[in-house]
């Protein structure tokens, strides 16, 4: 591989393979509409709302088809050809999903359906069980609602207290904070390793470094994290980790949680069912080895296959330089908007604490209106509070506009952005 190509991606050829980005829209400005003008034809789509799903390339597209038209059945439970290939196919999503993080084995991957499960059945199979009152559980106040409003609930049924880490003006975690308020109390840590709503990347292996010197578990949510930098879960220490397929140019409906195999093999089944079991009568069962303990019924095959094929397509671009690639969108687009006397920008300055995404808001315009206006122009952007409303609140905002970038967003499409924001500015004012 040449030093050039190192250095930077061939955006144009990754482009080819996502036809959805040569969409194009109708559209009409406001301004342009102001002005009574119909407004231009064709204004190719510009997605930069990756942080809540990425696009997905036709090698994944490929191999889920792939797999519906030559070796769909169900799973562990068939002695025919077709079963037997896609028993090995998902069963091996298992190993390939351990490599790619850095867990020992497919004993310490469980697939679920998004970030939101996982956390979800750590929380009920462990905190339901281990936590009772005078226990503490530890959350970020940049949790999102996945994590936050979950271990909330499990605090409520068991009497455990939920505190936060504070952030600092700077949109980073306080870490003396973080050293004072867990104690030898603490039970659980769970942290956000990159904020969907700040972009910050957490010291997540210091984190967890404190969690343990009290004898605290970890949870680390990796939904913004794995998509776009390279992450090795054993290096980091944490306990749990969990990420979501569509964030990562994979399918919809499939995440995994990665559990340290000793906590897993202790814990208890989250759903009941077929496939979890080893032995069942009509008074009681026993439970099937790791994953398949934590995965009842018939599971995402195809699903399965697609993330796979997404890692597969990730690694052969390279997760340092799609780390890069983000980073340098993302520091351009934070210059650009900096510029604007009237764009308040939330989270750190660009650096390598800071990931693919720019919060922000223009001021006297609400950040749904803007999105609207954006959409004017065919500019993808999430407007709202991004499952973080408490962190709005700390913010002192009712909601916030959110440009996120993949590996296939160009600097001309953060121009775009900027661009309608200045047709948002004349139309408000
Ligand atoms: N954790 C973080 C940090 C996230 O950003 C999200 C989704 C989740 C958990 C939940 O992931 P899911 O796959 O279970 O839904 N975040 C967003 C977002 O920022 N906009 O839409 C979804």
Request: glycine share 8%; hydrophobic share 40%; proline share 3%.
């Amino acid at each position: 591989m040449s030093h050039q190509h190192l250095e930077s991606l061939d955006v144009d050829s990754i482009r080819e393979e996502f036809p959805i980005l040569e969409r194009t829209f109708d559209v009409a400005s406001e301004t342009q509409r102001a002005d009574g003008d119909a407004g231009d034809d064709g204004q190719q789509l510009v997605y930069l709302d990756n942080a809540a799903t990425t696009q997905t390339p036709d090698p994944v597209i490929d191999a889920m088809s792939d797999y519906y038209r030559g070796y769909n059945a169900n799973v562990h439970r068939g002695i025919h050809h077709l079963s037997q290939e896609a028993s090995i196919a998902y069963e091996e999503a298992h190993d390939r999903v351990a490599e790619f993080i850095g867990a020992d084995g497919r004993e310490e991957i469980v697939f679920t359906k998004n970030t939101t499960e996982a956390e979800n059945l750590v929380a009920y199979s462990w905190g339901l069980n281990e936590l009772g009152p005078g226990d503490e559980v530890v959350l970020t106040e940049m949790e999102h609602h996945a994590s936050l409003v979950t271990w909330q609930q499990i605090g409520k049924r068991t009497g455990a207290d939920v505190k936060y880490v504070q952030i600092t003006d700077e949109g980073r975690l306080d870490m003396d904070h973080a050293r004072e308020i867990i104690t030898d109390d603490t039970a659980m840590v769970s942290a956000v390793h990159v904020s969907n709503t700040l972009g910050t990347v957490n010291p997540v292996s210091e984190l967890v470094d404190i969690a343990h010197d009290h004898g605290a578990l970890t949870f680390i949510d990796g939904a913004q994290a794995v998509p776009n930098r390279s992450v090795d879960v054993e290096a980091i220490g944490a306990d749990f980790y969990a990420f979501s397929g569509h964030k990562m140019a994979g399918p919809t409906g499939i995440g995994a949680l990665y559990g340290k195999k000793g906590l897993l093999e202790a814990m208890d089944p989250y759903l009941y069912g077929g496939d979890m079991i080893t032995k069942v009568t009509y008074e009681d069962a026993t439970w099937n080895e790791l994953p398949w303990k934590f995965e009842a019924g018939t599971p995402q095959i195809a699903e399965a296959v697609g993330l796979v094929a997404a890692i597969d397509w990730l690694e052969e671009i390279g997760m340092d330089r799609i780390a890069a690639h983000e980073e340098e969108l993302a520091r351009y687009a934070y210059e650009q908007l900096d510029a604007e006397p009237d764009v308040e920008i939330y989270g750190p300055e660009p650096g390598p604490d800071r990931a693919g995404l720019v919060g922000f808001n223009l001021e006297n315009v609400h950040a749904h209106d803007l999105a609207s206006i954006m959409n004017d122009h065919a500019v993808a952007i999430r407007a709202g509070d991004h499952c973080t409303q408490p962190l709005h609140d700390k913010l002192g905002v009712a909601a916030s506009a959110r440009a996120s970038f993949y590996v296939y967003n160009t600097k001309e499409e953060v121009d775009k952005l900027v661009a309608a924001i200045d047709d948002a500015r004349q139309l408000f004012r």
